[in-house]
């Protein structure tokens, strides 16, 4: 089908947990962009590996009607039912002494001395508290994701191991998207994008996959990977919270994750461009939230890494604002626009943002529109928004009614046209717009220079000290 060419779940799922990725396929499913088939088949495979043995048998039994299910799921099975009693047992006794309220007033910000507390007055070690991350661990593996995220929190709280700590950051990151409580989630992603960002580069360790026996790598490229993953983990809560959107742009466009996205992961460009057109501001929309200068100029912004990057990756929607925003080729852009509203129909992320990314994107073509002509035939800009000549009127003149741009522009209904009168700009005004920055960038260069020019420093002495 041709909505698969563009579709991106094959490319997001490796960088997802496993369980992250059930919703994407579910998706899949509904969309039938792919063959219902070949979407079981790969939901099959993702749950052979969690302690979801009855869903895994589920889908057996649905792709393999005529086969009874293999033995192997009853064996596995029991061996978990036993596996949680222990589990249980052990992170019980420890849950048994923590949440005494004697115990909760005495713990303190310390680590350490919360540890050394409880060892001295209820022989707790660092040992026993681990196996509230094991069994926290296990319940996320067979889907009890709200059990999951209260034990992953109650051992990060009391561990002072790094990379247990880091991983039941990820674990409760999933466990809050998997139950859809975005403000814990956002809270929590926001946690771990600071310890990731903050500490000494250190061993990526997302909970429940497969990389605790990684060999050890270069920690810049290690911490090149949790961000990798944290960009892709965090669409579930950008697109899914309310201020997402911007809160997105916000830390997408700074500079340590776009480097992260035009290094490791190009595609997101895709969620980048989307999120900016959807944050301009609907001029038809009653009132406004206040927005951050990054986001009011992200248009800009993508704009400009999407040209550096089109040669890594392109798609209707980078397209359209190629098309609109570098070439002015308003007939591609109205093509590229056909598409992309396609594109956002069937992405699992930006799907419930369909018409918000029309509503925005067609204010984009029609303030660029608009800049560049002084008679406007408003059946030919109905055309270019994609619209029928009869709605399209009707927005379009909603749109200047209510937007600044009622000041330049009269609507002629008889002949249907638009007619833009803007004042001559001073010639002042001129030299100032392209004269911005000029003595920033003078700076910057004469700094360059002289780092260039300046001779080699001289080796520094040894200094031997004699006791």
Not at 58 to 79: C, G, M, S, V, W
Not at 227 to 237: A, C, E, K, M
Not at 380 to 397: A, C, F, M, Q, T
Request: aromatic content about 10%; charged content about 20%; some cysteine.
């Amino acid at each position: 089908m041709a909505e698969a060419e563009h579709d991106l779940s094959k490319t997001i799922i490796p960088y997802l947990d496993r369980h992250l990725s059930f919703p994407l396929l579910a998706h899949l499913e509904e969309t039938n962009i792919f063959p219902s088939e070949e979407v079981q088949v790969a939901q099959y495979e993702l749950a052979k590996g969690t302690n979801m043995f009855d869903y895994a048998e589920t889908l057996f039994k649905q792709i393999h009607p005529d086969e009874e299910a293999p033995r192997e799921f009853e064996e596995k099975r029991q061996n978990a039912v036993s596996t949680h009693e222990q589990l249980q047992q052990e992170a019980q006794a420890v849950l048994d002494v923590i949440e005494k309220p004697e115990v909760a007033q005495s713990l303190r910000q310390d680590k350490n001395q919360n540890l050394q507390y409880l060892k001295d007055n209820y022989d707790l070690t660092l040992d026993q508290i681990t196996a509230l991350y094991n069994f926290g661990k296990f319940q996320y593996s067979y889907g009890n994701y709200s059990g999951a995220a209260d034990y992953l929190y109650h051992f990060r709280v009391l561990s002072t191991d790094p990379d247990l700590t880091i991983s039941a950051h990820w674990g409760k990151l999933a466990s809050d998207i998997l139950t859809g409580k975005w403000d814990t989630a956002l809270e929590e992603l926001n946690a771990l994008r600071e310890a990731i960002d903050s500490r000494t580069p250190a061993p990526f360790a997302p909970v429940n996959t497969s990389n605790s026996n990684t060999p050890t790598v270069d920690p810049a490229l290690s911490q090149l990977h949790s961000r990798t993953w944290l960009v892709h983990w965090s669409l579930f809560v950008y697109f899914n919270h309310p201020q997402g959107r911007s809160l997105l742009l916000e830390t997408f466009l700074s500079p340590t994750y776009l480097n992260t996205i035009q290094t490791s992961s190009p595609w997101i460009l895709r969620y980048l461009a989307a999120a900016a057109i959807i944050s301009t501001p609907a001029p038809l929309s009653s009132g406004s939230t206040p927005q951050s200068s990054r986001v009011k100029n992200a248009v800009r912004e993508v704009v400009k890494v999407i040209q550096m990057e089109g040669y890594q990756y392109t798609d209707p929607v980078t397209q359209f604002l190629m098309q609109l925003h570098v070439e002015f080729d308003f007939e591609a852009a109205q093509k590229e626009l056909s598409k992309a509203e396609v594109v956002v129909a069937n992405d699992f992320f930006l799907g419930d943002f369909k018409d918000e990314f029309l509503e925005s994107a067609r204010c984009l073509v029609s303030e660029a529109y608009c800049r560049i002509h002084q008679r406007i035939d408003i059946g030919d800009l109905s055309d270019r928004l994609n619209l029928p000549r009869e709605e399209g009127e009707k927005w379009i003149v909603n749109l200047i009614r209510e937007t600044r741009m009622g000041q330049d522009a009269k609507i002629d209904l008889e002949k249907n046209l638009i007619q833009i009168s803007r004042p001559p700009q001073p010639v002042y005004q001129s030299v100032i717009e392209k004269t911005r920055g000029l003595a920033i960038r003078t700076q910057v260069l004469g700094a360059a220079v002289a780092k260039a020019s300046a001779p080699a420093p001289a080796p520094e002495a040894q200094t031997v000290t004699v006791n």
